[in-house]
DNA sequence: ATGTAATGAACGAACGATCGTTCATCCGTA
DNA sequence: TACGGATGAACGATCGTTCGTTCATTACAT
C-alpha cells in the first residue's frame, strides 16, 4: 500500500513539476508560442513522457486553470467576514489586487482569456473560477446593504461583477504599463469605496 | 496627377482590404493562430503580394492597432463637451461600453493586450491608444470637479484609467459569458456614478 | 506613331524551422 | 523473464518568410 501511495504521489509530484515548468514557459512567451518540447525540457522529462501525464497542450492550461481556481480560495474565505463589510470590502480590494496585478496571476488570466474566446472548454474554467469570487462578494455586498453601511444595490450580484471587473481592470493595466511592479492601491480602494457606500 | 492619386488609392484598398481579412482571421481564430496564407486567402491575394504591403505578420496586428485608435476619436471628441459633466459621462460610459463589448473590440483588444505582454511595440501602441481617452476624461473629470458636480478626486489621472478599467473589465466579461450579446448598461452607469457623484 | 527599356505589382514554389502527436524501442526493477 | 515508465526519432502538417519569375503598364527615344 504506501508503495502505491509513494507511487502516486512521485506521479502527482511530476504532474505538478510539469505544470510549474508550463507556467514559466507561458510567462515567457505566451501559450501559443510555448511547444510541448519547451515544457517537456524545463521540466527535465521527456518529450513522449509528458504525454503520460497530459493527454494534450489544452490538457495542460486547462489544468493552470484549475490550479488557478484553488488559489482564489483564500480570498473567498477573506469575504465571509460579515462583521464590518466595508471594512472586509476594503481588504479585499487591496488584497486581491495586489494578487491579480502579480506577473503569474496577470499574464496567465490574459492568456487563458485570449485562449478562452476560441475555445468553449477554457471560457467555461475561466468563468467557473470567477463566479466562484462573485458570489462570496455579493453576499457580502447584501449584508452590508442591509447594514446600512451600502448603498442599495439595484442588483448585486452585477455590482460584484463590477468590483471584480474593476480590479481585474486595473491589475492587467497596472501589470502592463508599469511592467509588473504594483504601487498603492489607495486610488482602487478609494473608487471602490466610493461606488458601493451610501 | 489623376493617374498617380488613383494608384495610391488603390494600395489604399488593397491594404485596407488586407487588413479587413486580417480582423476577420483574428476573430475567427486568434491572432497566433492565423497563417499569412490565410490572411492572403481571404483578402483574395496571394501569399508573395502580401508581403509587398506589410513587412511581416507583426506589421499587420500593428496596422490593426494604429486604426483601432482611429476608431476612439469620436467618443474622445465626446468627452469634450463639459456643460453638463456628470451627463456627458453618463453618455460616455454607455456609448463607450457598447462598442468595447462588440465582438470586434472585445477580442481584438484581448489580442492586442496578449501579444502586448511579450511584444514591446505591440504594447506601446496599446498605451497609446489608451492614454488618448485618459487625457480627455482625466480633462472632464477636472471641469467636473471644479463644478463641484463630481466629488473631490485625490488624483483625475488615476480615476480616469479606473473608469476606463470598470469599463473595459465589464465589456470583457460581458462578452465572454453572454457571447457578444450586450445588453443595458444601466448599472454599469450607476457604478461609476457612486464613484465619481460628491 | 512605333519600338523599347524600365518599373513594380502579383504570383506561388520552395526553404528551413517548428508544431503537436505517435510509437517502436530501451532500461531498471521486481 | 516480464513489466511499465521513460525515451527521442519520426511523421505529416503548417509556420513565416524569401525569391525567381511573369506580365501589364508607363516613360522615353526614335
Known amino acids: 500500500m504506501g508503495e502505491v501511495s509513494d507511487k502516486t504521489k512521485a506521479l502527482g509530484e511530476r504532474k505538478s513539476r510539469i505544470i510549474a515548468a508550463a ?43 484549475v490550479l488557478e481556481r484553488e488559489e482564489l480560495q483564500p480570498f473567498q474565505r477573506l469575504l465571509t467576514d460579515h462583521d464590518d463589510p466595508m471594512k472586509t470590502l476594503m481588504r479585499f480590494v487591496s488584497e486581491f489586487a495586489n494578487y491579480t496585478a502579480s506577473e503569474e496571476y496577470a499574464v496567465l488570466s490574459i492568456e487563458i482569456a485570449a485562449e478562452a474566446v476560441h475555445n468553449p472548454e477554457i471560457a467555461s474554467l475561466f468563468m467557473a473560477n470567477r463566479s466562484l469570487l462573485v458570489t462570496s462578494l455579493q453576499a457580502l455586498l447584501e449584508k452590508g446593504q442591509a447594514d446600512k453601511c451600502f448603498r442599495n444595490f439595484a442588483d448585486s450580484k452585477q455590482t460584484a461583477e463590477l468590483i471584480l471587473d474593476t480590479i481585474e481592470g486595473y491589475a492587467l493595466r497596472e501589470y502592463l504599463t508599469t511592467g509588473r511592479k504594483i504601487l498603492g492601491t489607495e486610488e482602487l480602494g478609494n473608487f471602490i469605496r466610493h461606488a458601493t457606500c451610501r
Open 23 to 65: 507556467v514559466g514557459c507561458f510567462l515567457e512567451n505566451g501559450y501559443n508560442q510555448t511547444g510541448i518540447r519547451e515544457i517537456a525540457k524545463k521540466a527535465g522529462i521527456s518529450l513522449g513522457n509528458l504525454y503520460n501525464h497530459f493527454r494534450s497542450k489544452e490538457d495542460v492550461l486547462a489544468e493552470i486553470a
